[in-house]
């Protein structure tokens, strides 16, 4: 049991999490793995936190990770990534977008330290990346992208769930989205 | 085959699967995606109703006709509905029938946490609770089948865990249904007392016979290993394996009526006996009523929703995980939403606002601060006429506001309460087209079906009128001079009105040229951030990217320091 994987995608409502949720789960269910995930849906999806929980291995029971196993944290935003970052377990790996989105009616938000210094961080500009692949949209697949490079499953599969789940005149896109992220997945030094 | 699949996902292939030709719903988290996905299946007529009540309704006619029926709602939707669901019990059914009841345990997206099981045994109907995506799709077979055998409708009852998690299920074919025959009987079908009081002992003896098969259906399942006994259903199964991996499970499936017997022989195989649940004591108290010593509540408490860490904390195993200082982000109307106008606007006349149920519940939160109440889907224009009747000076200091969706749901009958008893409330209809809260699904006065087909489109303003009502007018949702115009005039008309406030949800129309600060003209006064929008920082600065263009901002501006792009260059 203790070989199940724990993963998180956080960051706000609106920023694609549940779609990077549904390609991961179909990765790694390819992958040849049991795999759970747990969304959030509804209220909270209008701009809110939101979570997308995912377990993987060779058996997984619970839907939920809990607090201080998390093996990659993944963050879409700064903010989220330090509500969230004390539930990475020993030797989890934090891959942040260092983008700051503010909660509503805030311009500053005092965080304990800043995070893109963080030692052993995977820390991108997912935005820029991905409107240099080409669709602003798709900087969830540059940070899905850095997930990948440490998740060890061919990029293969990557590539025949994202066919079967991006439109076509999105494809190529998303595609080199993916892989500029898994080019820039080396941690910072620490 | 095996596919990904969130319990809703599942619970629609299941319902395929078990030869459902008839399915009826009205949205709700977390039971939404249960009919959206029903409805990729072409083999099953899949429909909203505007209410639950409706959508149970057409539920029991479509079995009567002897098809196979499933029929969903999120946990409050069933008092709505509860009122048919009490008496479908007496009746029975021809085709299956299967309600699926969403809890919301943790109230993630919902006004409470009600415990829905109790509505299986209010009603003396089974009880299903499925642990996974898997069982979720076997379950809906299996209700069908109960419902059939027995001749009883049957409650599936799923929570936000099971609905929106997802895990690996087995697909199988769509096994076909032939319609059964239906019968005149109005013994079974006409509930007046005199056939009632006969249903009702057929009730009672089917419970009898429900409690057998409860004692060997095998998704009542022991799973022996230590001594430590643990009695759980649904998603607490799951927790139970992760936190007490040598403890010995009572896994209940069909959780009303409980087994007894075999719920007695696995106390006295075990040393002591826990039971997990999430929210009320259901299953613990009936135990507890065995005369089975077990600990349950004791432990866990009733609020909230579960987990493994919380299980640990509970049980002692664990500590709690250390609190983070970080700044909550509640939800926020989003930039260009429709609903922030009115709100700004009634805040600003200082009026009192009976509130309702859906996106512009957000109004209520800092900065609009703007209404006074939330309580259940239609209860703004009732509990507005209260006041007044309470007190006649409310006439001229609240108005109710009502979103488009929850009107058609539940708000017609007290508008009509408010003409028939000489109320004079004002009413905003918040007309967005959709059903935003829920993901943006159609309704009666959206002109389309769940299906995607063209519908007859309800018009708002004859509804209205036919109701009793004589002022009636439209306003644009961005036009805020208007707006306010109105409202002032509607709550010292002597009489009931209707205020109709009209404007797409801004998630479905492309977004307008973002709006800019000219920084020239801004003395930073604030006055654009008391609309709090998400796109306008302190400062002032719009981000373009947030910004929808919908001018709000400009609107509420005194030195006209905020343009359109265009404006400002020129
Ligand atoms: C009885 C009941 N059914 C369903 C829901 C879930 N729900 C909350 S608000 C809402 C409808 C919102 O639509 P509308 O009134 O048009 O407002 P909008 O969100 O579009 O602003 C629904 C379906 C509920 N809370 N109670």
């Not at chain 1, 311009?107 to 304990?112: C, D, E, G, I, K």
């Not at chain 2, 415990?115 to 109907?125: I, L, Q, S, W």
């Not at chain 2, 998690?165 to 697909?171: I, R, T």
């Not at chain 2, 699904?441 to 009793?468: C, M, Y």
């Amino acid at each position: 049991m203790s070989k199940v994987k724990n993963i998180l995608l956080v960051g706000v409502g609106g920023q694609g999490i549940i779609l990077a949720g549904k390609l991961l789960a179909e990765v790694l269910a390819a992958g040849g793995f049991d795999v759970k995930l747990s969304e959030v849906h509804g209220m909270a999806q209008r701009g809110g936190s939101v979570v997308t929980q995912v377990r993987f291995g060779p058996q997984v029971y619970s839907p939920l990770v809990s607090p201080g196993k998390v093996d990659y944290l993944v963050a879409f935003e700064q903010i989220e990534a330090w509500r969230w970052l004390s539930w990475l377990g020993p030797g989890g790996l934090l891959i942040m977008d260092e983008q700051i989105i503010y909660p509503a009616g805030r311009t500053q938000v005092t965080l304990p330290e800043d995070l893109t210094g963080r030692p052993g961080t995977v820390c991108l500009n997912a935005r820029r990346i991905a409107e240099e692949a080409g669709l602003v949209k798709a900087a969830n697949m540059v940070l899905l992208g850095a997930l990948a490079a440490h998740l060890g499953i061919e990029l293969e599969i990557w590539y025949r769930v994202l066919e079967n789940s991006v439109p076509l005149k999105y494809l190529e896109s998303n595609r080199k989205a993916l892989e500029e992220g898994f080019a820039r997945a080396k941690p910072s030094a620490g | 085959m095996k596919k990904i699949m969130s319990g809703n996902e599942a619970i629609a292939r299941g319902a395929y699967e078990a030869g459902v030709s008839v399915a009826a719903a009205y949205p709700g988290t977390p039971s939404t995606e249960i009919l959206e996905n029903i409805a990729q299946y072409p083999s099953i007529r899949a429909q909203w109703s505007p209410n639950e009540k409706v959508a149970l309704e057409v539920g029991i006619g479509a079995s009567l006709a002897g098809a196979r029926v499933l029929v969903a709602m999120k946990h409050v939707g069933l008092n709505v509905a509860a009122d048919p669901w009490m008496t479908i019990a007496y009746t029975g059914v021809n085709g299956g029938l299967v309600l699926v009841s969403a809890d919301d345990p943790g109230m993630h997206s919902s006004q409470n946490e009600q415990d829905n099981r109790f509505y299986a045994r209010m009603a003396g109907v089974p009880l299903l609770e499925p642990a996974d995506s898997q069982e979720a799709k076997e379950f809906v077979r299996l209700a069908l089948e109960i419902s059939e055998e027995y001749d009883t409708p049957v409650l599936l009852r799923i929570t936000t865990r099971i609905a929106h998690s997802k895990g690996l299920v087995e697909l199988g074919e769509r096994k076909e249904h032939d319609l059964r025959p239906y019968i005149k009987d109005p013994k079974k079908y006409v509930m007046i007392p005199g056939n009632a009081r006969g249903r009702h002992v057929a009730v009672v003896e089917r419970l009898a016979k429900l409690a057998r098969l409860a004692e060997e259906i095998p998704i009542n399942k022991v799973e022996m290993r230590g001594k430590l006994g643990v009695i759980t259903s649904g998603v607490c199964y799951q927790y139970v394996r992760e936190v007490l991996p040598e403890a010995s499970v009572f896994k209940l499936g069909l959780t009303y009526p409980l087994p007894e017997d075999a719920i007695r022989a696995f106390a006295e195989r075990v040393d002591e006996l826990f039971v997990i649940e999430e929210l009320e004591p259901f299953l613990e108290e009936q135990i507890r009523a065995m005369g089975i010593r077990v600990k349950g509540k004791e432990l866990t408490g009733v609020l909230g929703e579960l987990n493994q860490k919380r299980l640990a904390v509970s049980l002692g195993l664990e500590e709690p995980p250390p609190a983070v200082d970080v700044p909550p982000r509640p939800p926020v109307l989003c930039p260009g939403c429709p609903h922030r106008g009115v709100f700004y606007v009634l805040r600003r006349l200082r009026l009192t606002v009976l509130g309702d149920i859906g996106c512009y519940s957000l109004g209520a939160l800092p900065p609009l601060d703007a209404m006074d109440t939330c309580i259940c889907m239609g209860a703004s224009i009732g509990s507005a006429l209260g006041m007044e009747k309470a007190d006649s000076v409310w006439a001229e200091k609240s108005v109710a506001v009502i979103g488009d969706s929850t009107f058609l749901h539940s708000g017609m009958t007290p508008l009509l309460d408010v003409v028939y008893n000489g109320g004079r409330t004002t009413v905003l209809i918040l007309d967005n087209s959709t059903t935003a809260m829920t993901g943006h699904q159609d309704h009666p006065g959206t002109g389309r079906t769940l299906g995607g087909e063209a519908a007859p489109k309800v018009d708002l303003e004859k509804l209205v009128r036919a109701l009793g009502v004589r002022r009636i007018r439209r306003v644009d949702a961005y036009d805020l001079d208007s707006l306010r115009r109105a409202v002032r005039e509607e709550i010292e008309a002597p009489e009931p009105s209707v205020i109709i406030v009209t404007r797409p949800c801004a998630l479905k129309v492309p977004p307008g040229r973002p709006s800019v600060v000219d920084e020239a003209k801004c003395n930073n006064c604030g006055l654009c951030l008391r609309l709090g929008c998400p796109a306008i920082q302190e400062g002032a600065w719009i981000d373009s990217h947030l910004c929808r263009g919908c001018g709000l901002c400009r609107e509420v501006c005194p030195r006209e320091a905020i343009g359109g792009d265009a404006d400002v260059q020129s």
